[in-house]
């Protein structure tokens, strides 16, 4: 379904404190941990969407500190107006996910969370699906050694073609279903809510990054920041 133009959205989004830009993200590369009142381990959905999982994640688990990444201001939009309390421990990206590499220091991020992203499948669009070859880099070195990424998908052949890049890429393998359980899935998505009721099978892949995926490369945005940080107070995919 396509989403409906908000003509309002990009300046509500502009105005809203717990919407950060590009430029207001890579100010604070280096020091997310400054972000928020507690500086507790950072968890980074991309694809936040209407911002169901990030507000329910972040109620539940006040000493987490959870960032959602979002292309589309009419998405943060309705994100912002769900929330009838701000948690102190949430924030939205207002950004393209192909910067993220610019706006983490090597090993910032505790977990990383893809859940349905779009599965792109026209063999040309194959570089903008989120698990391409590309982003499974980008994730390796912003995620923290030992840290990890959760994908969900509704799409078998997403799935299939996320595993064999996983695998060309040396990420270990933590968790396998092609059909999640409910009482496994913790905290669900309004796809995953939909896709259940539908009775499709939600497939999930749960996968950490090699060790030399965390490199000890800093940007000028990075050291910068570093140096000055303060506390706050179901598509067939076409073949490559």
């Known amino acids: 379904m396509r989403l409906r133009n908000i003509p309002a959205a990009k300046e509500f989004v502009a105005q809203s404190p717990l919407a950060l830009d590009e430029a207001a993200a890579l100010a604070k590369a280096g020091a997310w ?26 109620l539940a688990s006040p000493d987490l500190n959870f960032l ?54 026209k063999a040309r669009h194959a570089k903008r699906r989120l698990t391409a070859p590309d982003f499974l880099a980008m994730y390796g070195r912003i995620l923290k050694p030992g840290g990890a990424l959760r994908f969900k998908t509704d799409n078998p052949a997403l799935f299939q073609w996320t595993e064999l890049n996983f695998s060309a890429a040396g990420w270990q393998i933590l968790e396998r279903e092609t059909d999640l359980p409910l009482a496994r899935s913790g905290i669900v998505t309004e796809y995953e809510s939909r896709y259940r009721r539908q009775g499709q099978p939600i497939y999930y ?23 000055k940080a303060q506390p706050e107070s179901g598509t067939k995919l076409a073949a490559d």
Request: hydrophobic share 50%; glycine share 6%; with cysteine.
């Open 33 to 58: 941990r400054f972000a928020f009142p507690n500086q507790g381990p950072l968890h980074l959905e991309i694809g936040a969407g209407r911002g169901r999982f990030l507000a329910e994640s972040a």
């Open 68 to 121: 959602g990444l979002e292309l589309r201001e009419e998405m943060i939009m309705q994100a912002l107006a769900k929330l009838a309390s701000a948690p102190a421990n949430l924030l939205f990206l207002w950004m393209n996910a192909a910067r993220l590499g610019e706006v983490f220091a090597p090993g910032e991020v505790d977990l990383i969370y893809l859940n349905f992203p779009d599965p792109w499948p």
């Open 205 to 227: 892949i749960a996968a950490c990054p090699p060790e030399k995926a965390v490199e000890k490369i800093e940007s000028d945005d990075i050291k910068r920041n570093l140096n």
